[in-house]
């Protein structure tokens, strides 16, 4: 099974053997990469019960939880990586889960999907209607995304927190795509982060 | 396998065994000998790597996957354990044992003290959920397993669970605790609390000796067990299975007969319950349950009952068990991963309620089934 390209992308750049904590970890694809090719161990949270079910039930340790409410249980520096994939504009309070996501793992990986990508834009300017696309599939009112973000507000963000970006990834059409122009052509952005 | 000449009577359906002890209890005292009644299924590998212990609830016992000796009712977790099931008795080694102070052959309030000859009744001491674990813990010393490959428990066998992970972490490479929590609540122990008071004002209860005549206090015990089944269901089952329809009438009988189905229900309950536990038993078991905090054992932090450990952890919940709700489960959670232990936590949705644990849940299979085979692989 192959992983998402973020997802690739995120564990080609997770030190082998470390600890990690995937927040929003679905059925536990990262983990289970991470787990037989990088021989970390990986600890996982996710919302969804029949997620969990289905990563327990393959071998990971995944505790069932709401990523706005239960980081605050784990404590400081437990882990190497804290990682949030796809999951940064779905929560309450991004700018808090990212307080969390570094204040337990020694670095974070974020990653989101652009809302200041073209097409996304070009759908805003003519269509005049939230956009519907390939990294946004559901319409306004379904979509679990409550904070959309673009790569420049994320910028934004880790530069007032005092943040260091110690690396980033674009992605166009499942591709690396160059730094330069990443807000206006990159899909899905990923952030290596430490403070 | 009877014609194996190397068959070894320690193992198999309907075991028993007095050890010499003595087991040092946490009130203080001593017992000894031991008896220890159990169960096993399956076979033990040569390097006794492939042993699950499982723990029962409050009126459980050893026919964990065996026919209960009164009723005659299949075992009580045949859904879970047995060939192909996920705790695999083809693959691993399964041992129940009737819980410390029980009346199932081990050791209890009914069985004889050897120092009088007579029944212990309330002379027997007061025992604990850790007191229950290290007798189990003899038990396999006899049965020459120096380490569980999994623990395995639902309610109090879920505290035993735990506290066999906090009392003997090298002996637990994985645990299991289902629907239940690290102390007993205010309201847990209220609950109980009704149950003793009716089994103590039953004129036949005689402080406990009434072993001689053969007539105990079932009516007390019988209400115990009524009050306390409702704690085991939720309302919405309860409204599902019975709602206020009437029982074999068309109308209200303006009387005290059992009127409803949800009575006639837990009349049935209580009465069939007297013929398969004992009431002193019930006094003692209820009480080392109340007594269980795994907190207060550690210095009041949770967290320390499990420092260092490298014993693995799945715990689950249901939504609708308001006896050992989800945040007892989460606060487990929350202390296991203070300390670092790997833990698997989910909250399943049932009807049901606290008995949840007992009844068909493909959900609780595949999670139990998945964790199991996860330690196989490590």
């Known amino acids: 099974m192959s992983l998402r390209p973020d997802l690739a992308l995120i564990a080609a750049h997770v030190a082998p053997g470390s600890r990690v904590l995937d927040v929003g970890c679905g059925d536990g694809s990262l983990m289970a990469a991470l787990r037989d090719n990088r021989g970390c161990d990986a600890r996982g949270l996710e919302l969804d019960p029949a997620d969990v079910a289905a990563a327990v039930a393959r071998g990971l340790s995944v505790v069932q939880g709401d ?22 504009q779905t929560t309450r309070r991004p700018d808090l889960i990212l307080e969390q996501l570094l204040r337990i793992g020694k670095r974070a990986f974020v990653s989101f999907p652009n809302f200041a990508h073209w097409r996304v ?8 209607r939230m956009p519907v696309t390939r990294s946004l599939p559901l319409a306004w009112y379904e979509t679990p995304n409550i904070h959309h973000v673009t790569v420049d507000d994320f910028r934004a963000l880790v530069a007032e927190r005092g943040i260091t970006v110690e690396g980033c990834w674009f992605l166009s059409r499942d591709r690396g795509t160059g730094s330069a122009m990443a807000n206006l052509l990159a899909e899905h952005a990923v952030f290596l982060l430490h403070r | 396998m009877s014609d194996d000449p190397r068959i070894d009577p320690r193992f198999g359906l309907s075991r028993s065994v007095t050890l010499p002890g003595p087991l040092r209890l946490d009130g203080g005292g001593l017992l000894s000998p031991v008896d220890i009644a159990y169960e096993t299924y399956g076979t033990l590998a040569p390097d006794a790597s492939n042993a699950i212990l499982i723990c029962h609830a409050l009126t459980g016992d050893q026919h964990v996957a065996s026919n209960h000796p009164v009723t005659g009712k299949p075992g009580w977790w045949t859904r879970m354990v047995g060939p192909g099931k996920p705790v695999d008795t083809d693959r691993f080694c399964v041992i129940c044992v009737n819980a410390l102070g029980s009346c199932l052959g081990s050791s209890g309030p009914a069985s004889v003290n050897p120092a009088t000859g007579r029944p212990w009744g309330m002379s027997f001491p007061v025992i604990t959920i850790r007191d229950m674990v290290r007798a189990q813990a003899m038990l396999l010393d006899h049965l020459g397993i120096a380490r569980l490959f999994a623990v395995v428990g639902g309610s109090m066998g879920g505290m035993q669970t735990l506290s066999w992970a906090a009392t003997y972490p090298d002996r637990v490479a994985s ?13 847990n122990i209220a609950f109980h609390e009704v149950g003793r008071q009716a089994i103590m004002a039953d004129p036949k209860w005689r402080g406990g000796d009434y072993y001689a005549d053969n007539d105990p206090p079932a009516a007390g015990l019988a209400v115990a067990r009524m009050a306390a089944h409702i704690t085991y269901l939720s309302e919405a089952g309860l409204t599902e299975k019975f709602g206020r329809r009437l029982q074999g009438r068309d109308a209200k009988s303006f009387g005290f007969d059992a009127d409803f189905q949800v009575e006639s229900y837990l009349r049935h ?19 080392a349950l109340d007594y269980f905090d795994l907190a207060e054992e550690h210095g009041g932090r949770l967290a320390d009952a499990f420092r260092g450990t490298a014993t693995r952890f799945c715990l ?15 606060s487990i959670v929350h202390a296991l991963n203070a300390a670092g232990a790997p833990v698997s936590f989910v909250e399943l949705h049932s009807p049901f309620g606290h008995d949840a644990f007992l009844l068909e849940s493909p959900e609780l299979s595949r999670v139990v089934d998945g964790f199991l085979r996860a330690g196989e692989r490590r």
């Not at chain 1, 834009?121 to 005049?128: A, E, V, Y």
């Not at chain 2, 645990?175 to 309201?187: L, N, Y």
């Open chain 2, 316 to 330: 689950v919940s249901f939504d609708t068990d308001w006896l050992y709700p989800t945040p007892e489960s989460r």
């Open chain 2, 175 to 187: 645990a299991v605790v289902i629907a239940s929590a690290a102390r007993h609540s205010a309201q």
């Open chain 1, 67 to 88: 990523a706005d409410t239960d980081l605050a249980d784990y404590p400081d520096a437990s882990f190497d990586y804290a990682i949030l994939s796809q999951t940064l």
């Open chain 2, 269 to 287: 309950q209580g009465l069939s319950f007297v013929d398969r536990f004992d009431a002193n038993s019930y006094l003692y078991i209820t009480r």
């Open chain 1, 121 to 128: 834009r070009l759908s805003l300017l003519w269509g005049g």
